[in-house]
């Protein structure tokens, strides 16, 4: 199944903050989603790693998708303010590991914080070339993440 990746993105943030679930009052959690490092610079490559909650891929008439969706802060000059990657299929628990190179999409990143999530998506699994109904289903937000990037340290002066 070939989704623009922008039309996931976009339906990702609309469905997400309706449809996450707190744990239960009391309840403590590792985060499902983690990011490393936590914080960086313009050009870091951030690494953002779960367990996949299901498999994905074809499922014969449906084919299901993880997306990653993030944004920063306000564009700057040449930096990255909006991110949204499909993440290649995987197996139910398997690790996947994302990395999010600033250079291979298109920039660097703007100084500030970042926040993120992991959607997995559904929709129709159609061959090319015929009619195939045009929708896809939000399953759930698998976890949320962030990262910080600053400025560098300034160079010492010699002299």
Request: charged share 15%; with cysteine.
């Amino acid at each position: 199944m070939r989704v623009n990746s922008v039309l996931l993105a976009v339906l990702a943030l609309i469905a997400g903050p309706a449809a996450q679930s707190a744990p239960a009052s009391g309840t403590t959690q590792p985060p499902a989603v983690k990011v490393s490092p936590r914080t960086g610079t313009a050009k870091t490559h951030f690494v953002v790693s779960f367990s996949s909650s299901a498999r994905t891929g074809s499922l014969g008439v449906v084919a299901s998708h993880d997306v990653l969706v993030a944004s920063g802060p306000a564009a700057g000059r040449g930096c990255l303010h909006t991110i949204d990657a499909q993440i290649p299929d995987s197996g139910a628990g398997a690790k996947v590991r994302v990395v999010l190179n600033p250079a291979r999409i298109g920039g660097k990143w703007c100084t500030g914080t970042y926040r993120g999530q992991v959607e997995e998506l559904q929709g129709p699994e159609c061959p090319v070339g015929r009619a195939c109904p045009a929708f896809v289903l939000f399953r759930g937000t698998i976890g949320r993440f962030s990262f910080q990037v600053k400025r560098p340290a300034p160079k010492p002066k010699h002299g």
